[in-house]
């Protein structure tokens, strides 16, 4: 069984916690990303969910539907739109149970199939492992605006160790999104687990370092906090500027909101 599948199901699992019991009023408010609303977030989780599973079981449907896509992205169509419409405009509550409806087969998928198997993606082609992984990343990215939003701190579990590699990998695409050359040497990154165990990557440094919570490394490369926000520390000039842009997503550079633009909001 896929690990990565099964930590995929327990963040959606999370996350469907926190909505379940919602009324329908509160799927309408927007949040503190782009003014993003529950609906908005979960639609678009509920869309990609299901083009990573068509990506693990047809390959060439998948590319229809990602031509499909683009073609509507260059007619100037917004993708919020073409999210909305491929849901049949369900949302609240009955969009809440078609989403956990589908995670929960799609991480059975996932969970059987071979971890190095190629998929195909908007970008470059990945392993099963990576998309699986990449999707544990979008279901908790995209779900702090949520917490925030309902003044909830979310208590994270070291399944996040996934989303950590990611932000860990992605440190020469931060650059090449940007059409600039990642400088050497990559920072050494050492990270405090939530269960307390430390994580580690790149080559031992003190004065190239990356150091603190996982929560928080994640947090960053995410774009879900500004590193002002955290209690990171960051030694060196390498690791700083990486930390003022990282962007572990697929897309466009992004920018990473404002200091203190993303909270958790007080409980009314």
């Not at 068509?54 to 449907?61: K, N, R, Y």
């Not at 190629?118 to 990449?134: C, D, E, K, N, T």
């Not at 690791?239 to 909101?257: H, I, K, L, R, V």
Request: with cysteine; proline share 6%; net charge negative.
């Amino acid at each position: 069984m896929l690990e990565q599948a099964e930590d995929f199901r327990a963040e959606s699992e999370a996350l469907f916690g926190l909505v379940r019991d919602l009324p329908e009023s509160a799927f309408v408010e927007p949040t503190a990303f782009k003014d993003w609303t529950i609906d908005r977030v979960l639609g678009h989780l509920h869309m990609w969910n299901w083009a990573a599973d068509l990506s693990l079981t047809d390959a060439d449907q998948f590319k229809e539907f990602m031509q499909g896509i683009m073609r509507r992205r260059e007619a100037g169509e917004n993708v919020g739109d073409v999210e909305r419409e491929w849901r049949d405009g369900i949302g609240g509550q009955a969009l809440v149970a078609a989403w956990r409806d589908y995670y929960q087969g799609m991480a059975d998928r996932f969970a059987k199939a071979d971890p190095s198997a190629r998929v195909p993606w908007a970008g470059p082609s990945m392993s099963v492992r990576s998309s699986i992984s990449a999707r544990l990343m979008e279901t908790w990215a995209h779900g702090q605006e949520v917490y925030d939003m309902l003044g909830v701190v979310r208590q994270n579990a070291d399944r996040i160790k996934s989303i950590a590699v990611l932000g860990v990998n992605t440190h020469g695409w931060t650059y090449m999104v940007r059409d600039r050359k990642a400088p050497t040497p990559a920072p050494h990154v050492r990270l405090t687990a939530p269960s307390g165990a430390i994580w580690t990557w790149n080559d031992p440094s003190e004065t190239e370092l990356i150091e603190g919570a996982a929560e928080d490394f994640c947090q960053v490369v995410t774009q879900v906090r500004n590193i002002a926000d955290t209690k990171l520390s960051v030694t060196g000039p390498n690791a700083t500027e990486w930390m003022s842009m990282a962007q572990c997503f697929a897309g466009a550079p992004e920018t990473p909101p404002a200091p203190g633009a993303r909270r958790t909001m007080p409980r009314a």
